[in-house]
């Protein structure tokens, strides 16, 4: 086994991990049958957070441990949403692409439903590329996954650089994977180069 800190980005699979063995295992929660195997527990949760982000924890770790393997969580659906992402950003190697060593990638972006439509995310997403910018990044980049963020994205100077529509994006049985109510129907990759 290789002994690793634990990183933010891995703290899913941990935690996956403890769902799976510590929460129903350890003897004090078995004692009160604090969960079955598998369950999530909400409190317990935050506590490994906050003991992760402490930069202090280490796992024992066997085999592959590729980024693709840390963020695939026991969800299915959101292993669907991960895996459209994560694929399609593989395939386009960015940094080889642009000749950069860092991007600063928009990854969630996401305004009260009742402040919609008054301009809120475009201003974020304006100031996102100033930070960007002031931080030394020549590339920022963004995965927008409908009509809004594109229209942003596009407002403020980004390329699209690969568009996957939802409709021609199917499974092994050829059935579309994701059925996306209009006016959304493509993930599109959008970056920006930053002078
Ligand atoms: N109907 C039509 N057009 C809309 C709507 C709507 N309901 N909402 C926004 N738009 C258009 C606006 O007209 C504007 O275009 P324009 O500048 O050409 O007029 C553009 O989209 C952006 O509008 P903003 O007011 O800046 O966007 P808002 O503050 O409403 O936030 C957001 C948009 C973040 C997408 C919001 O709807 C949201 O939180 N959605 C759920 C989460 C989500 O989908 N996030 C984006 C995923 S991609 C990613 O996270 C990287």
Do not use: W
């Not at 490994?48 to 840390?70: H, N, Q, R, W, Y």
Request: one cysteine or more; charged letters at 25%; proline letters at 4%.
């Amino acid at each position: 086994a290789r002994f690793e800190i634990i990183t933010p980005d891995m703290s899913e699979a941990v935690i996956v991990h403890l769902r799976n063995n510590f929460f129903a295992d350890e003897p004090l929660n078995k004692a009160v049958s604090l969960c079955q195997r598998g369950e999530s527990h909400a409190a317990l949760e935050r506590l490994c957070a906050v003991t992760i982000a402490d930069g202090l924890s280490l796992a024992a770790i066997e085999g592959d441990t590729s980024i693709e393997k840390i963020q695939q969580s026991s969800d299915e659906k959101y292993n669907k949403i991960f895996t459209i992402l994560y694929s399609v950003s593989q395939e386009l190697d960015l940094f080889n692409e642009f000749q950069v060593d860092k991007i600063l990638e928009c990854r969630i972006i996401s305004v009260d439903e009742k402040a919609r439509g008054r301009g809120l995310a475009k201003e974020l997403m304006s100031r996102s590329i100033d930070i960007a910018k002031a931080n030394g990044f020549k590339l920022f980049k963004a995965d927008a996954t409908g009509a809004y963020s594109q229209r942003i994205c596009s407002s403020l100077g980004m390329d699209i650089i690969r568009t996957v529509r939802y409709a021609d994006y199917k499974d092994a049985s050829g059935t579309p994977v994701f059925n996306v109510p209009p006016p959304h129907d493509a993930l599109a990759i959008m970056v920006k180069k930053i002078p």
